[in-house]
């Protein structure tokens, strides 16, 4: 069979685009910038000059060098686009429209779909990097606006060790000390009085190595960037099966 190259593509293979803050934090094992984490090749590519600070304010004056990214990883061949924000759910719509393939800019965008898995009296816990900026902005960004009283939403931004880390970037990431952040703060959002939470989301891309002890100190299901990013990459590998009964 005769392969051809395709126009501004220089290597093959790699399933999903990521869409990089411009960040000094490191990234560990399960991380989603650590290309470790994943069963499958991704490609990187840095948005020099949108830092953390910026998209937290939701600056929108990246929109130009976000599209430019995300279509540079289009033409390299990727399949569908990531990020490694939920917050970069502010540009969700302009890249949609920007590119021909799937784009999953916001771990928030699986709110709508976690709810239409729950009872209607059961609410979702959203731990988030920062509550303050977890507004209807960036809910309406991601279709979630209507289900506004249906989140009980948890920052980590008063965190030490997450802050120091990841929102101040003035210290080291200790994996041992935002494990016990994360589960703290997870499980005291399912303990808030007047809410029976269903299941809990963690919005920042950081935390999906914790997504295994919050599970196991809640009971509750527990979705991630990574289930987003897991989710749509095999929609490209789906597995065949035998013409057999047994």
Not at 25 to 31: A, C, L
Not at 56 to 83: C, F, K, P, Q, T
Not at 86 to 107: M, N, R, T
Not at 225 to 243: K, Q, T, W
């Amino acid at each position: 069979m005769p392969f051809h190259a395709r126009s501004g593509q220089t290597s093959y293979g790699e399933r999903i685009g990521i869409l990089l803050l411009d960040t000094r934090t490191p990234f560990v094992h399960g991380d989603i910038g650590n290309a470790n984490t994943y069963r499958y090749p991704v490609r990187y590519r840095r948005v020099d000059g949108l830092t953390v600070g910026r998209i937290l304010a939701h600056d929108r004056g990246y929109e130009e060098a976000v599209v430019e990214a995300a279509r540079e990883l289009e033409r390299e061949g990727v399949r569908a686009i990531a990020s490694d924000c939920g917050f970069l759910a502010l540009y969700q719509q302009a890249v949609q429209e920007a590119v021909q393939i799937p784009v999953l800019l916001s771990s928030l965008l699986q709110l709508p779909l976690i709810a239409s898995l729950l009872p209607p009296d059961q609410a979702i816990a959203v731990v988030t990097a920062d509550r303050r900026s977890l507004d209807d902005t960036i809910l309406g960004a991601v279709g979630a606006a209507p289900l506004r009283d249906r989140l009980v939403v948890g920052g980590l931004e008063t965190c030490p060790g997450f802050r120091e880390a990841a929102l101040d970037e003035s210290g080291p990431l200790e994996v041992a000390t935002l494990r016990r952040e994360v589960v703290e703060l997870a499980t005291g959002l399912c303990a808030e009085k007047g809410f029976a939470i269903g299941a809990i989301l963690l919005e920042c891309s950081l935390l999906p190595p914790y997504s295994a002890d919050v599970q196991e100190a809640t009971g509750r299901p527990v979705f991630d960037f990574l289930s987003l990013i897991d989710f749509v990459a095999g929609s490209y590998d789906r597995p065949r099966f035998p013409e057999r009964l047994d």
